[in-house]
């Protein structure tokens, strides 16, 4: 998707997750000088990409990104509050922080909800959308940005929301200390803890690449790399037992989701 040149884009807020995707814009294309990046101490922006410390005394910006924390909706809004008209789209990263929320605290025209995840540093992000409405060219543009970061998919109902944000936004993390934990347990049997490291990591990787490009569902992949009768099925078994893992992950998503619902109900106070 072709990215429309519909003006400035200002930043607020660029550190791991905002730092991630801008930097990732402008390696496919964005025009840094754009973007204009707010934050408080001025650190953060890429090279070539405007810092400040406040907004500039210029008319309303096209384009807005929220990209700090949701406890740091207060400071956005004050910040943001000198504009003197309403901006054309504003997209929010913060977890939690619903539409209506957005609506009653920002004056803007379209208004989308978006929840990346850390790989969009590498263009294989997943990033979930959610708008109630707005301008259909405003819409497209978030598209391509977000096309550049990998996967992206609209949900419907934004009382999903919360969920996605647990699974896709929060999924690395999950994901990362898996990794780590693969390469604790076959440290535990006695290998070099950096080897164990490195035949975490690249099986990980080659199994999602996998499982990516198969016909085939996970559960049946798992069966294929499972011989009957074999160590595979020895090992499953444990994870099985009493659906041990799938009760730890529901369990782990249902208190992501449970925070990003907490943090929305503090920034509608
Ligand atoms: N990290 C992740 O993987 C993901 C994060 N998100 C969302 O991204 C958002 C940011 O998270 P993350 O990048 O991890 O957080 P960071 O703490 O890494 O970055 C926060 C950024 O906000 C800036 N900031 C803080 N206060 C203000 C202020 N008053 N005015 C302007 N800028 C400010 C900080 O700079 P300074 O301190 O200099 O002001 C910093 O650049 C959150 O809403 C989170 O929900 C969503 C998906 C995934
Ligand atoms: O931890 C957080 O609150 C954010 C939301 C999704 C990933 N990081």
Known sequence: MILADT???WLIGCGNMGGAMLRRWIAAGLDPARVTVITRSGT???EGV???TAIPDEPVPDTVMLALKPQQIDAAQALLAPLGGRIRLLVSILAGVDHATLAERFAAETIVRAMPNLPVAIGKGVTTLYTAGGDAAAVMEVEALASL?????WIADERHFDAVTALAGCGPGFVFRFADALATAGAALGLPADQAARLAIATLEGSAIMAAAAEESPAVL???VASPGGSTRAGLNVLDRDDALVGLLTDTLAASAA???EMA???RR
Not at 149 to 153: A, R, S, V
């Open 222 to 224: 798992a069966d294929r």
């Open 149 to 153: 970061l990998g996967h992206y998919e």
């Open 7 to 9: 003006g400035p884009i």
């Open 44 to 46: 953060g922006a890429p």
């Open 265 to 267: 109900a503090a920034a």
């Open 50 to 52: 405007r810092s400040l």
């Open 259 to 261: 925070r990003n619902a």
